[in-house]
């Protein structure tokens, strides 16, 4: 069934699969215990990389197909989504507005990190001062482009739309190419769109692997919610009965969300550091960091075993960390 997922029409960004790799130096580090691998869709080519890459492929494919000529989302002021949604408008030859929530100090300040990608690929910027006024926003984004006699495309937080979730389905069946199944994926979930392909993905393989979301943002019984109805929307993009999903078992991990959104803690911080020392690739304070430090947690705690295998999901957002 996977095959559904790999038949819908996509921006042709993906050049190859994302590589996995051994975490043999975090294992020592860790004083052994299960093989750690990664699968690392932070080095994904297109866009500065990251998981919002695999989605942006298919809903900005389905933008121009329904003939939109802007592409409209939201976000914080050092979103992921935005700024793979600025290079993917830009490299179609697109118009981009994005509506972004930012604090009357932190509006005029000189872009960085993924603001300053926004910018060099030629969005337009429209600050707002709460995530509750990002939609409004959007809305008045939308209008304004319709006078001008345009066609807007809005483009939901995260693109974690039913479509989007659809690109990590397809996401399972290149690991299956890869590797033999996991005994458990950790990753990041804030708008649950990845978890709900990872999940989906994993059932319509057969895998007996667990998708173990670490949630950057969201109590776990909300994200786990919103998981759960994305999941509700995948069945007729995939060609599999309603409800084909209703059973699913949806983990989010809500202990390491700390202080708030973007606020490192000092096991993000630990998990960065011991990430960059022992294996050599970046995480970000947002997400990947926090998403490591809980599989770090696990590993510690003696939550698996050594013939257990262990796949953290890089989701990237590096460039946040410049900030």
Known sequence: MAGAAHSLAAIPVMTGPSVVHELAGL??????????LIKRDDAIGFACGGNKVRKMALVAAA???DGADTLITCGGRQSNHARVTAITAAHLGLRCILVLNAGADTADLPPTGNLLLDTLAGAEIRYVRTRDERDPGMAAAADDVRRRGGRPAIIPLGASTPLGAAGFVS?????????????VIVHASSSGGTQAGLVAGCILAGLPTRVVGVSADEPSASLSETVKQLLAGL????????????????????????????????????ALELALRREGFVLDHTYTAKAMAGLISRVRAGAFTSADTVLFWHTGGQPGLFA
């Open 63 to 65: 933008a121009r197909r």
């Open 27 to 36: 294992r020592r580090a860790l004083g052994g215990g299960p093989r750690l």
């Open 235 to 270: 069945p007729p993009l995939l060609g599999v009965g309603a409800g084909r999903f209703d059973a699913a078992v949806v983990e989010v991990d809500d202990h390491f969300i700390g202080d708030g959104y973007g606020v490192p803690t000092a096991a993000s911080r630990e």
């Open 171 to 183: 996401a399972i069946d290149e690991l299956t190419h890869q590797i033999d199944p996991p005994t």
